[in-house]
């Protein structure tokens, strides 16, 4: 059971995740809600890595194991962040889980034949990036971007494999 969940349970997830991340910068969602949120995806991805990590060693799904490893930081970072108010910290945690999923989308477009979800989710998430990065009033459409690129990605994913 532990392992169909950790194969299915990111296609729900990923845009889960980008919605909540999304009513924040709306303000409709707490920041609490977000910290509760940062120590949950810190406990699934320590979980996600433990348990994948022999299944995770070859090939293409190495490179979402580092994924997760550096995402686990990461999101530990953002915990980091709201516990001593480091807005920086928050930052780097954001940016993060921006920019590694869409790296991986690309790394995984290059690697497989049929590579349309992959590296168009990975283009459009790190243009979501860069639209967040540039443009302040348009943070909520580069959110947008970024997860529906990865959203594509990881259901192709999911329903592929």
Same mark, same amino acid.
């Given at each position: +059971?532990?392992?169909r /969940?950790?194969?299915?349970?990111?296609? $729900?997830?990923?845009?889960?995740?980008?919605t909540?991340?999304?009513?924040?910068?709306?303000?409709?969602?707490?920041?609490?809600?977000? /910290?509760v =949120?940062?120590?949950? +995806?810190?406990? !699934? !991805?320590?979980? /996600?890595?433990?348990?994948?990590?022999?299944d +995770?060693s070859?090939?293409?799904?190495?490179?979402?194991?580092?994924?997760?490893?550096?995402?686990?930081?990461?999101?530990?970072?953002?915990?980091?962040? /709201?516990?001593v108010?480091a807005?920086?910290? &928050?930052?780097?945690?954001?940016?993060?889980? +921006? =920019?590694?999923? $869409? &790296?991986?989308?690309?790394?995984?477009?290059? $690697?497989?034949?049929?590579s349309?979800?992959?590296?168009?989710?990975?283009?459009a998430?790190?243009?979501g990036?860069?639209?967040?990065?540039a443009?302040?009033s348009? =943070?909520?459409?580069?959110?947008?971007?970024?997860?529906?690129g990865?959203?594509?990605?990881?259901?192709? $994913?999911?329903?592929?494999?």
């Amino acid at each position: +059971m532990l392992r169909r /969940f950790r194969e299915t349970a990111p296609a $729900a997830l990923v845009p889960f995740a980008w919605t909540v991340v999304v009513a924040a910068h709306l303000d409709t969602v707490s920041s609490h809600a977000i /910290f509760v =949120a940062h120590v949950v +995806m810190s406990l !699934l !991805l320590a979980t /996600f890595a433990v348990t994948g990590w022999r299944d +995770m060693s070859d090939g293409v799904l190495r490179v979402w194991r580092t994924t997760v490893v550096v995402g686990f930081g990461a999101t530990a970072l953002g915990v980091v962040g /709201f516990v001593v108010d480091a807005d920086p910290l &928050l930052s780097v945690s954001l940016y993060a889980w +921006m =920019a590694l999923p $869409a &790296l991986g989308l690309l790394y995984t477009g290059r $690697a497989v034949g049929d590579s349309a979800p992959y590296l168009g989710g990975g283009v459009a998430a790190l243009l979501g990036v860069g639209v967040y990065a540039a443009a302040p009033s348009l =943070a909520v459409a580069g959110l947008g971007l970024v997860g529906v690129g990865q959203t594509a990605g990881i259901v192709d $994913a999911v329903v592929r494999y």
